[in-house]
């Protein structure tokens, strides 16, 4: 491992810790969308029309009794509701409620806060760069773990 590997490790061991604190802070100011539920609630807002638990377990990659625990919280929150599938009266779906939209909008808004405060000093150009080599970077270290790992670990 060279140099610059080695310091892009280091880069990466103080980004997943700011990460965490950004996290914990969100919750702690804008506690409508419970610790750790932001990005299920963002997946079941992607998907307008709704979605089923399975669903929603492959698009996380986590465990479908971790979708279930987490889509029940939401539940409770009243940020989800689940609403019978019209075509499999067994099934239900799951749609984000107004309130859920409402806490949404209010999480982007603090992070977009914290985010305008953070690169206040960077240019367009900074920020577009960093954008595309993040997601570069994402989509390479999925490929590189063989595409098909859980996230259940990573939580």
């Known amino acids: 491992m060279d140099n610059a590997v080695r310091e892009l490790g280091l880069r990466l061991y103080d980004l ?15 506690p409508a969308v419970p610790a750790g539920m932001v990005g299920m609630l963002l997946h079941i807002d992607q998907l307008a029309g709704g979605c ?6 492959q698009r996380t990659r986590l465990d479908p009794s971790t979708v279930s625990r987490s889509v029940a919280a939401l539940v409770a929150h009243n940020l989800v509701q689940r609403r019978p599938d019209p075509t499999d009266k067994r099934a239900s779906l799951l749609a984000i409620t107004p309130a859920g939209r409402a806490a949404l909008a209010g999480t982007h808004s603090w992070y977009g806060e914290v985010l ?3 690169l206040a000093d960077w240019t367009p ?3 577009e760069a960093l954008s595309v080599a993040l997601d570069r970077f994402t989509r390479d270290i999925d490929v590189a773990l063989g595409n098909h790992d859980k996230l259940e670990a990573a939580r």
């Open 16 to 30: 997943v810790r700011s990460v965490r604190l950004l996290r914990q802070r969100r919750a702690d100011e804008r």
């Open 52 to 57: 089923h638990a399975q669903e929603l377990a």
């Open 116 to 118: 305008d405060r953070a």
């Open 125 to 127: 150009g900074e920020v």
